[in-house]
């Protein structure tokens, strides 16, 4: 049988550009055939710092939590997987935390000491980081593919985040707003009379460590559930560490409003006992022998591009070239 060579070329050329195209296509998206991972997350933000917290003395982590501060953060996240076993995740989130003495349980023990402080901060929170995930029972499972595969993972990094605690401060009239703590200067930061304390940097570094579930729904989504933990390098996220300072203070550093707002936000605890009258200066403000700290809980969603386990990448492997003689 006589083959029309033209038609013959044509098909092999369409044939050779369905399996090569894709496959660099596949490259460039994905850095390697099934191996990019894309995802969003929602949920819980916790504030573990000097403020607030359970009855007694601070606590350390979950013991320490002032549930009805919770509030919410969100974030995107892209995964590489070199291997089923091991992943890089780059990753972004937004959120806020908070923290009030006046929350605090007072039982009679030393949280009545945080009760009568009666301080507080707000913060909204940027963060990025870069983090390694292990997948340990990836060796143990029995099949291929990934629809309906329970993996587990723990991770840790190290990325960067920035705040801004603000209080709230009560105007001559009785309203309220919200004002940056930071140039305040609340504990002498940059003051002469306390050269042991710098002002501190809005951008810090943290480590990162957490763990969580994937629960894939198809070969390639999947939701899950996470726990990231940040271990910060300062104990400023709340503006609150040292001694209280002489309030006279604030007159020759700042300007006449802002030394308004810094005497009335550095001690609060008139605002509940306007008879207090008890020495404070150079007293106890807050603990720095610990650095602030916060966590979420974050409920994920995420897809796998373009992999060897996905529908498109299987169809592409059925798909083959007639043979001609």
């Not at 044509?10 to 894709?22: A, M, N």
């Not at 660099?24 to 994905?30: M, N």
């Not at 291997?83 to 806020?96: D, H, M, S, V």
């Amino acid at each position: 049988m006589r083959t029309n060579v033209p038609n013959v070329r044509l098909i092999v050329l369409i044939c050779l550009f369905s399996s090569i195209s894709p496959h660099v296509f596949s490259q460039s998206i994905t850095a390697g055939n099934g191996k990019l991972e894309v995802g969003l997350g929602v949920g819980p933000s916790f504030f573990l710092g000097d403020l607030g917290g359970a009855p007694g003395k601070g606590k350390t982590f979950v013991k320490d939590l002032d549930l009805p501060l919770t509030k919410i953060m969100k974030g995107i996240y892209v995964n590489y997987y070199p291997t089923e076993w091991l992943g890089f995740r780059i990753a972004g989130n937004l959120g806020q935390i908070e923290g009030q003495d006046s929350l605090t349980n007072n039982k009679g023990g030393h949280e009545r000491f945080r009760k009568q402080r009666n301080l507080q901060f707000k913060s909204k929170i940027a963060e990025a980081y870069a983090a390694f995930e292990i997948y340990p029972t990836v060796f143990m499972e029995q099949y291929d593919g990934l629809q309906g595969k329970i993996r587990p993972y723990g991770l840790g990094g190290v990325g960067i985040f920035h705040f801004n605690p603000q209080g709230e401060y009560i105007k001559p009239d009785g309203t309220t707003e919200w004002v940056d703590l930071q140039p305040l200067k609340l504990e002498g930061q940059g003051m002469a009379e306390y050269p042991d304390r710098k002002p501190y940097s809005l951008t810090q570094l943290e480590m990162v460590m957490g763990g969580g579930v994937k629960y894939y729904i198809k070969e390639n989504m999947y939701i899950g559930l996470e726990i990231l933990h940040r271990k910060t390098f300062t104990d400023y996220v709340d503006d609150v560490s040292k001694e209280y300072v002489d309030p006279a203070l604030f007159s020759v550093y700042l300007a006449p409003d802002q030394a308004t707002m810094a005497r009335q936000l550095s001690y609060r605890e008139r605002l509940i006992n306007p008879s207090m009258n008890r020495p404070y200066i150079n007293k106890q403000r807050g603990d720095p022998k610990e650095n602030d700290a916060y966590f979420s809980g974050l409920l994920r969603f995420g897809w796998r591009l373009n992999g060897d386990n996905s529908p498109n990448a299987r169809a592409k492997k059925q798909l083959k070239c007639p043979v001609f003689y």
